[in-house]
């Protein structure tokens, strides 16, 4: 069984139609989902309802792609996550900032914002950011490279945390009385000077329900993983096959430990990309379906994006043309990302069009396609096996994916006493088992 929990956690992660890329063009999609608040509360609603840990939504900085092919637009994620707060209760929500093109007390403000409006709900999804289409909208022509962009982000985040505790829990007194609000030695600036950032402080949000909201990290490169075993709470990663899983939770414990932290403490929670039917003929049918509406041009672009190489012109039904490809050491972007991918094409073999195919669902996490009962069967597989805490549900096309999900796979985890059937906390802490912080004084 796992190693960190009883039972495993679920969350489940939005994008517009569905993590499908093609999802927009089924003719059930609504064609307004991604500007829709109402879409989004609707799926959280969901979620609630089946005593789902968390929500969350991942970040994207620039338009990709052409636009005639595919949807490129994506609502800002603590504006979002605000919305959705204000129509559930238990549900925790996470959001995706980047620590390359942000600034840490703006951003400790946003979710120590969050935090308080939703009683302690927030958990930050940590990133580096990957594309040089980002970097053209906030003044530069190029990221920084991939080892510059890993120490500024572990700068940012200890600046961020200062800034979490630069109100002690207890500094709050609002004696109208005596006409003391908050005591002046309970509130400290921090006065951090370093290689990317000065900030003085203190935050100008009293320390939030939670102390600090919870990390995320997704990154699986040599650098993100040491990142994460030094701050993430939660690791988020893509992992398509059993075996590979497992061997990347050892790792991560392994340097969780040597990190100086409990390994146990912290929950690795790859995604999963389901397609359902009540058969195994149906959900086959269903996945046939929409593959047959990828548009090629856009899978291409989005081929090129995570390889860094220009594909256009390569040839569907030949193999990855390896001879064009950079060397892993050569990627500034998602160097994980790239390796699994190229590692993916050779191991089964696939022809451009079926890695296109492969990558069009979940774009490197596992896809399933099967009935409720199957994917019960390999979810409970895993998290035995110690590969996984729990899974981040990535439904292929909304709200459809998702409501088979809730209706047909929850009760049969519950029923093998593998998930939750009621909260019992109201943070997100609460629901990972995750304890409360203490503040930390610098120096």
Known sequence: MSTTS????????LSEHGHHEAAWRLPESNPHSAHSAEHFQYVARLAEEAKFDAFFLSEG?????????GPTTRLEPTVLLATVGAVTTRLGLIGTSSTTFADPFTLARRFSS?????????GWNIVTTADDLAAANFNAEHLPPHAERYRRATEFVEVVQKLWDSWDDDALVVDKAAGVYAQQDRVHTIDHEGQYFRV????????SPQGRPVLIQAGASEDGREFAARFAEVIFTAQPNLDE???FAKDMRDRIERAGRDPQSVKIIPGLAPVLGLTEEEAQAKEERIQNLIIDKFALQRLSKWLHV?????DLDGPLPESALPSEDDVNGMKARFSLIVDWANRDQLTVRGLLRELAGAHGHRTFVGT???LADSIEEWFRAGAADGFVIQPQALPTEFELFVRHVVPELQRRD??????????LRDHLGLARPDTVRPG
Do not use: M
């Open 6 to 13: 009883p039972h495993l956690h679920l969350f489940v992660s």
């Open 61 to 69: 900085l620039a338009v990709f792609g052409d636009v005639r092919q």
């Open 114 to 122: 969050l935090d308080h409006l939703t009683n302690g709900r927030a």
């Open 200 to 207: 003085r402080g203190p935050l100008n949000v009293a320390r």
């Open 245 to 247: 899983a497992i061997l």
């Open 310 to 314: 220009d594909t256009e012109g390569w």
């Open 372 to 374: 409720p009962t199957q």
């Open 418 to 427: 593998l998930f939750r059937r009621e909260y019992r906390g109201t943070t």
